[in-house]
Structure formats: structure tokens, C-alpha cells
């Protein structure tokens, strides 16, 4: 970080190495006598008996790791000019398994998938005094895609990309009477690309005649217009009033 008469910078770096594991055991106490124990026993030539009829576990490791910066440019008394972005790169290595009942043999999937990018910012404040400005900002933000699990023959990819949305956004920062009342106006214009949502996959399941899955999938993009207004004030000592709206077109 720098703090200097005219430039201000800021650059900094993010990294992250997280493993999860787990492990799901169902237990029916006298399993082992059931037919549908006899049933998974002949389908694999043979088990040792156990009432744990369901097991499955999932290993996964993900990896971020990401560098980003900041200028701002006093180009005048009165109008400040702010560059910045962020690099990142996420991948995400997974390890599923299943035993139907646990002494089967393991049925493992073994999903993967990587993202990287670059996302911009640029900005202009205009200062009319210490207590009023209007500024214009473009940018960008990201949320990391990941893998669904994608049992049997899924419809959807196993995996799914980071969505984006990319920002253009104009307001007013002020205060009155003495700072006693302040008054933020914001108005934003939206693109949302390759969206993120829950959706239902109708997959054939290979297992227990499971036919829909929950899965995340890229939908498509979407706009959002809106504007924020927030007022503050502070009418006398030991009181505070705030108020906020926002409206969509």
C-alpha cells in the first residue's frame, strides 16, 4: 500500500489450499438377513454380511489463488481517476465414492475442473466540495463455478463455470447542514452472464431407480436496472433517523 500526495496504490495477493473429506453410513440393524442383502450379495458373487447397506464418502481439494491492485490518480483538486482488477485461478479436484453395502467393492467418480479470468475496474469522481461528489464506476465480479456429482447419465455437465456480472453504476455521495444529513443516491445498470442456479436434472440414476438430482448449472444471462437512495440524519444529539429505497425497473 502507498499513500502519496497525488497516487495511491494498494496490491495484494490471495491464496488458498482447503481439502474437505467426508464420510455418509446408513445402518439398518439386521440388514444382513434382509432379501435385498441376499440380492446385492449374489450380484457381486458373493459379500460378507453387514447391516451397513449404504456408504459413501467424498474427498475434495480446491486450490484459489488470486493477485489484485489499485490506483487512484489525483488528476485534479477535484477529480480522482481509479484503476484496478483482480486475476484469479480456481481448481477443484474431487474424489467420490459409493458402496452398496459398505464390503462391496467401491464405485468411485472421480470429477474435476479449473477457472481463471481477469476482472477490471475503472472508476471518476468529481469532488464539488468536502461534502458532495459524484462518481461513474465499471466493473466487474465473479462467483467461483464448481462440480455437480452427476450420478448415473446426467443431462447437465458435471461441471459448471463461474458466473459474471458486470457492473455500470453512477451516484451521489453528499451531506448537509453541517453534516447532520446525508444523503447517497446510486443508480446501476446490470449484466448477469452465465448464471448460477439450482436447477433439477432429469438424469436415470443408476442407483435405488433415482430420477431427478439437484444439480447447479449455467441457465443463461439476465439484466438489472435499479436505483438505491439512502438518507441519515441526525436532527439532534442522540438520535439517529435512517431510510432507504430501492427500486427496479
Do not use: C
Not at 40 to 69: C, H, I, K
Not at 131 to 153: C, E, K, L, P
Amino acid at each position: 500500500t502507498h499513500d502519496g500526495s497525488r497516487w495511491d496504490w494498494t496490491l495484494g495477493f490471495f491464496y488458498q489450499d482447503a481439502k474437505q473429506r467426508w464420510n455418509y453410513n446408513i445402518i439398518t440393524p439386521g440388514w444382513r438377513n434382509s432379501v435385498a442383502a441376499r440380492a446385492r450379495s449374489a450380484q457381486y458373487g458373493g459379500l460378507a454380511p453387514t447391516d451397513s447397506r449404504w456408504n459413501n464418502g467424498e474427498r475434495n481439494n480446491r486450490a484459489d489463488l488470486a493477485v489484485f491492485g489499485e490506483v487512484t490518480f489525483a488528476a485534479t483538486e477535484s477529480i480522482n481517476l481509479i484503476f484496478g482488477g483482480r486475476w484469479y485461478d480456481v481448481s477443484i479436484d474431487r474424489e467420490y465414492t459409493l458402496r452398496q453395502p459398505s464390503t462391496a467393492p467401491v464405485l468411485p467418480s472421480t470429477p474435476s475442473g479449473s477457472d481463471s479470468g481477469f476482472l477490471p475496474k475503472g472508476s471518476i469522481q468529481y469532488k464539488f466540495n468536502d461534502d458532495a461528489m459524484v462518481y461513474v464506476i465499471y466493473s466487474q465480479g465473479f462467483r467461483t463455478g464448481g462440480i455437480n456429482r452427476g450420478r448415473g447419465m446426467p443431462v447437465l455437465p458435471n461441471q459448471y463455470d463461474s458466473d459474471k456480472l458486470i457492473n455500470y453504476e453512477a451516484g451521489l455521495k453528499s451531506q448537509w447542514w453541517e453534516q447532520r444529513l446525508q444523503v447517497n443516491i446510486t443508480g446501476y445498470h446490470q449484466i448477469w452472464k452465465d448464471m448460477q442456479l439450482e436447477t433439477t436434472d432429469p438424469a436415470n440414476s443408476l442407483f435405488d431407480g433415482e430420477i431427478f438430482q439437484t444439480v447447479i448449472a449455467n441457465i443463461g444471462d439476465a439484466a438489472i436496472d435499479g436505483m438505491d437512495v439512502e438518507v441519515t440524519a441526525a436532527p439532534i444529539e442522540g438520535l439517529e433517523l435512517y431510510a432507504s429505497a430501492n427500486y427496479l425497473f
